[in-house]
C-alpha cells in the first residue's frame, strides 16, 4: 500500500527515489552519450554507505604562478564517506580569497555529498575534476556530482566524465524505504535548485540503469547549469538618466566583475566600463595603457579613453562610440572592454559581459533606438 501511494503522488519522485536509496558507486558498464570508455567500479551502496577508506582532503599552499595563480588548491580524492564534509570543513578554516577544489571521486554517501557542497559554496570555492595524482581530467560519479555542484563556477571543459545512474533498492529492503526514498529525493531536488542548477537534471539520472552510468556531454551540462565554466549568467537592464537612456549589462566570472553602461543622446554614444578584479583588489596602474574593445568577433578595437582611473582593483573609464561600433554592437553576442600595457611590462586585464538570448532584443532595440535619434 505505501508503494502505491508514493507512486501516485509523483511518478517523477517515484522513479528518484529508488534511484536515491542506492546512489553509490554503481557497476559502470556503459555511458549512453559518451564516446571515451568509462572505468569499471564497485557495486552500488546505500546513501548511509560509508567506505572503509576515507576521502582524502588535501590542501595546497597559494601558487604564485600558472593557471591557479594566487588560488589555494584542494584535493577531494576517493570515496566520499561521512566524516569527509568535516574534514573539509577544518581544512579550509582560515583559507580565504580564491579557492578551487579538485574532485576525483566514484561517489559514496549521498548525504555528505550534500553537505561537502554546501561546505564548498560557503567558502565562495571553485570545482573542477581533476585527477590530483596525474593533473589529468578525473571522474565525478553519482554523490561526488551532488557535491560538485556547491562550486560558485563549475569547470569540466577538459575531458572529465560528470556521471549519474538510476540506482536500485537493496535486495531485502523493507517496503518502508519507498518513504524515505521518497524524501530523499524531494531533498536532493531542493538541494539541486538551491545550487542554482536546473532541476531538470533529475531526468538524466533515471535514463541509466544500476549497472550503468549517464555521462553528460558538455552541451548537456551547460544546458542543465552544471557547469557555467566561469561565468555567471549576464544581467542587462535600461533605464532613465539625465544624459539619456541608459543601457546596463553585468556579468560576474571567476576571475573578476565587469560592468558596460551606454548612455545615449541626440549627439553621441557613451561607453562606460568597470572592471573589478576577484578576490582582493590590488593596485593597477592602468594609467597610461592602451585600450580596445571586443563587440562579437572583432576583438581588437583600439579606443581613446575620455577618462580612466584604477582604485583598490577597480578601473573605471570612459569612451565615445562611433556610429559603426554601435552598429556592431548590434548584432553581438559579447561586448567587452581590455587594458594593455605598453611593452608587455604587466598582464593585460579585461572581461566581456555576454549577450544571450533573453537580452538580445533589448540590446537591439536599445542601439537601434539610438541611431535612428542620432540620425534625425
Not at 132 to 142: K, P, W
Not at 343 to 364: F, H, K, Q, T
Amino acid at each position: 500500500m505505501r508503494a502505491t501511494r508514493v507512486a501516485s503522488g509523483s511518478i517523477r519522485l517515484g522513479l528518484l527515489a529508488l534511484l536515491f536509496l542506492s546512489i553509490g558507486r554503481p557497476c559502470v558498464n556503459a555511458a549512453p552519450i559518451a564516446k571515451s570508455k568509462v572505468p569499471t567500479a564497485a557495486p552500488a551502496t546505500s546513501p548511509d554507505d560509508d567506505r572503509k577508506v576515507p576521502m582524502a582532503v588535501t590542501v595546497v599552499p597559494r601558487s604564485k604562478s600558472d593557471a591557479f595563480r594566487d588560488t589555494a588548491l584542494v584535493s577531494l580524492d576517493g570515496p566520499i564517506d561521512s566524516g569527509a564534509p568535516d574534514r573539509l570543513s577544518t581544512a579550509l578554516n582560515g583559507v580565504n580569497g580564491k579557492i578551487a577544489v579538485w574532485l576525483n571521486s566514484p561517489g559514496g554517501n549521498l548525504y555528505a555529498g550534500m553537505q561537502l557542497g554546501r561546505v564548498i559554496r560557503a567558502h565562495g570555492a571553485s570545482t573542477y575534476i581533476i585527477n590530483s595524482r596525474t593533473f589529468l581530467a578525473g571522474e565525478c560519479y553519482s554523490a561526488c556530482a551532488v557535491a560538485f555542484l556547491g562550486g560558485v563556477y563549475r569547470f569540466n571543459n577538459n575531458g572529465a566524465h560528470y556521471g549519474v545512474h538510476r540506482a536500485s533498492l537493496p535486495i531485502g529492503s523493507p517496503a518502508g524505504d519507498l518513504d524515505v526514498g521518497h524524501d530523499l529525493s524531494a531533498a536532493v531536488e531542493s538541494y539541486i535548485h538551491e545550487m542554482g542548477v536546473d532541476t531538470r537534471l533529475l531526468d538524466l539520472w533515471v535514463k541509466a540503469g544500476p549497472d550503468q552510468m549517464y555521462v553528460l556531454s558538455q552541451q548537456e551540462a551547460k544546458d542543465l547549469r552544471v557547469v557555467n565554466n566561469g561565468r555567471m549568467p549576464p544581467e542587462w537592464t535600461t533605464e532613465a538618466s539625465p544624459n539619456g537612456a541608459l543601457l546596463l549589462g553585468r556579468q560576474a566570472t571567476a576571475d573578476g566583475t565587469g560592468t558596460v553602461s551606454f548612455t545615449c543622446d541626440k549627439k553621441q554614444t557613451v561607453f562606460g566600463s568597470v572592471y573589478e578584479a576577484a578576490g582582493k583588489g590590488g593596485p593597477i596602474a592602468a594609467q597610461g595603457w592602451s585600450h580596445v574593445l571586443t563587440v562579437g568577433r572583432y576583438q581588437n578595437i583600439p579606443l581613446e579613453p575620455r577618462q580612466v582611473s584604477s582604485k583598490d582593483g577597480v578601473v573605471r573609464s570612459t569612451f565615445t562610440l562611433t556610429p559603426n561600433l554601435v552598429r556592431l554592437a548590434m548584432t553581438a553576442k559579447r561586448i567587452g572592454h581590455h587594458v594593455k600595457p605598453f611593452g608587455g611590462r604587466a598582464p593585460s586585464i579585461g572581461y566581456s559581459v555576454d549577450i544571450d538570448n533573453r537580452s538580445a532584443a533589448l540590446v537591439r532595440k536599445f542601439f537601434g533606438d539610438c541611431l535612428r535619434g542620432q540620425a534625425k
